[in-house]
Antibody, heavy 116, light 106 residues
Framework: QVQLQESGPGLVKPSETLSLTCSVSGGSISSFYWSWIRQPPGKRLEWIGY???????NYNPSLKSRVSLSVDTSSNQFSLELTSVTAADTAVYYCARVVGGLFDFWGQGRLVTVSS | DIQMTQSPSALSASVGDRVTITCRASQSIGSWLAWYQQKPGKAPKFLIYKASSLESGVPSRFSGSGSGTEFTLTISSLQPDDFATYYCQQYDSDVWTFGQGTKVEI
């Protein structure tokens, strides 16, 4: 059974960079697409972007100018960086495995609060 | 982006009730629709893909239907474990989007 676990700071200051890592266990990161999804408090889920093992990416245009995903196949991890954060970026951030455009395995989520 | 709109936003039901949730897309998405169940403080759980195909291990009381722009999720006989929020998600376009959720409560 594939398991995903997000890690990273739970508090980020405005204008700084949010950085999270997703560790994948129970299966290889190879041959799959991997995504980040976020959910602001009381709001709907928002897809952020995906990355393939090769490093190819696709981002949500609403965040594209501030987002960067990377993958480390040797560590079975992939990461998210979101620059110039504001309070609007406060959310639970999930990592997930992508199969054909949907998300079959999810991490438990990491609450990131943007505040000074 | 394709906008996904669910109705109702919340509903009250009892154990044993038949529950139907509707999801509408702002343009045709064929059958490229998934449904998820989310409980408070937990990650979403994948239930249905391609509008009507049940993920392995999901109880048969869950079913999905529809194509184009209108879809439904039906729970044939609501069980205590089913009280949760349900989201639809389209994966037809390059930008994947979710509905706003439907909270099923007692």
């Amino acid at each position: 059974q594939v398991q995903l676990q997000e890690s990273g700071p739970g508090l980020v200051k405005p204008s700084e960079t949010l950085s999270l890592t997703c560790s994948v266990s129970g299966g290889s990161i190879s041959s799959f697409y991997w995504s980040w999804i976020r959910q602001p408090p009381g709001k709907r889920l928002e897809w952020i972007g995906y990355i393939y093992e090769s490093g190819s990416t696709n981002y949500n245009p609403s965040l594209k100018s501030r987002v960067s995903l990377s993958v480390d196949t040797s560590s079975n991890q992939f990461s998210l960086e979101l620059t110039s954060v504001t309070a609007a970026d406060t959310a639970v951030y999930y990592c997930a495995r992508v199969v054909g455009g949907l998300f079959d395995f999810w991490g438990q989520g990491r609450l990131v609060t943007v505040s000074s | 982006d394709i906008q996904m709109t669910q109705s109702p936003s919340a509903l009250s039901a009892s154990v044993g009730d038949r529950v139907t949730i509707t999801c509408r897309a702002s343009q045709s998405i064929g059958s490229w629709l998934a449904w998820y169940q989310q409980k408070p403080g937990k990650a979403p759980k994948f239930l249905i893909y391609k509008a009507s195909s049940l993920e392995s291990g999901v109880p048969s009381r869950f079913s999905g239907s529809g194509s184009g722009t209108e879809f439904t999720l039906t729970i044939s006989s609501l069980q205590p474990d089913d009280f949760a929020t349900y989201y639809c998600q389209q994966y037809d376009s390059d930008v994947w989007t979710f509905g706003q959720g439907t909270k099923v409560e007692i």
